[in-house]
């Protein structure tokens, strides 16, 4: 298979900085688009990834899930995709498009196995998959998704991961009308927030950070609670779902609490330790406790046109490839405001 060398920003171990790395990408084969990278997001799950924090990292590692550019090659057989278009790549590059899965839409439930656009084992090329720290990325066109012309360019990226794993559960579960609670306000708690309410959902918000009230309002959030403050959890009144997209390790037992019978606690935040559910917090209530991942192709391009549709487009820190490690501590440090993307084309001109 033929390929070509191009620029990417990755690192070679867990200790390691990000820096300026050379990748090679294959070339486009018939039904696959090339995409020159203009945005990328960063998410938690690629700093999760970098420091090998799941163990499950094969270096180098390019991270980047959540990217945005324009097409500049489409191959032979390629329908849907015409060079100039505007796309789009959240985390899945491919999948076995065969299982029932795949077949319902749903890849990211492959019973084969997905392949992440990072990290991931490349089956076309042999090796592992680089992500969207890099100049461009060549995908199957069935995983790439159109790009509604009214949203801000680099503001679409964080969509791809954050907006479809909260969108996901969110309809998943009929939100709408519901008491809806969303624990962490990060990435993808923003984005929960934002899209909670625009389906309907009264929407109380949990965060460790009584400085993030105010914007918790601001994102549209109908009740604030401090975490810690045992006296405000208590007075909660109760929820019919609660999504938790908490990155560090946490006590998940007080929400199990707040549910209502029936109520259902959804995880989509992936901290390194196990979470320890207290069985009699479940049980009393008949309550549920869930998961989800991201969601298939179908449904993001579905959050897209959502997001359109409702005017919804993420709070991001638009920054330079230079300034990449430096987003990564601040994320560590939960300050963002909410999500970081990455300006791509200061990857051109980056020297060292
Ligand atoms: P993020 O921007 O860093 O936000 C996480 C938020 O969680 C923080 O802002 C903070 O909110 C809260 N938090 C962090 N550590 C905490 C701790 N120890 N105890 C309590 N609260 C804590 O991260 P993100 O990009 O939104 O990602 C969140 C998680 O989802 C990550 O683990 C990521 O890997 C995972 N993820 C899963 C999927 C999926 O498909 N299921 C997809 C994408 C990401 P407050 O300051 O408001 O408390
Ligand atoms: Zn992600």
């Not at 688009?33 to 997001?41: A, R």
């Not at 090998?52 to 980047?64: K, S």
């Not at 592992?128 to 009214?150: A, C, M, Q, R, W």
Request: hydrophobic fraction near 40%; include cysteine.
């Amino acid at each position: 298979m033929q390929t070509k060398e191009i620029k990417a920003f990755g690192t070679q171990a867990a200790n390691k900085q990000l820096e300026r790395l050379t990748i090679n990408r294959r070339t486009v084969t018939p039904h696959d688009v090339e995409i020159e990278i203009l945005y990328c997001g960063i998410c938690h799950s690629d700093l999760h990834s970098v420091r090998n924090e799941w163990g499950n990292t094969a270096y180098p590692v390019i991270p980047g899930h959540e990217i945005v550019g324009k097409i500049t090659r489409v191959g032979g057989l390629v329908t849907k995709f015409n060079i100039g278009d505007l796309a789009a790549v959240g985390c899945i590059a491919d999948s076995c498009h065969c299982c029932d899965a795949c077949r319902e839409g749903e890849e990211q439930l492959c019973e084969n196995g997905w392949t992440c656009v990072t990290n991931s084992l490349d089956k076309i090329l042999g090796g592992i998959t680089y992500g969207g720290f890099s100049e461009n990325i060549v995908v199957d066109e069935n995983y790439v998704l159109h790009v509604p012309e009214k949203l801000d360019l680099a503001s679409v990226a964080p969509i791809l991961c954050a907006g479809i794993t909260v969108y996901s559960p969110l309809k998943r579960w009929n939100a709408a009308n519901k008491r809806v609670g969303i624990i962490g306000i990060g990435g993808l708690g923003h984005m929960a927030i934002k899209i909670a309410k625009a389906m309907g959902a009264t929407v109380a918000v949990f965060s460790t950070s009584a400085k993030k009230a105010e914007d918790a309002k601001r994102l549209g959030a109908d009740e604030f609670i401090l975490s810690g403050n045992v006296a405000q959890m208590s007075s909660t009144p109760k929820l019919d779902m609660i999504l938790d997209t908490v990155s560090g390790n946490h006590n998940v037992n007080p929400y199990l609490h707040l549910l209502k019978i029936n109520g259902l606690l959804v995880i989509v935040g992936l901290p390194v330790d196990p979470l320890a559910v207290d069985s009699s917090s479940l049980v009393n209530g008949r309550k549920s406790f869930s998961g989800s991942i991201i969601g298939g192709i179908r449904e993001t391009q579905e959050v897209l046109d959502f997001c359109a549709e409702h005017n919804i487009t993420p709070d991001i820190e638009l920054i330079n490839v230079a300034d990449i490690n430096i987003a990564f501590d601040r994320l560590q440090k939960g300050d963002v405001k909410y999500r970081f993307v990455v300006d791509m084309k200061s990857l051109r001109g980056y020297q060292n």
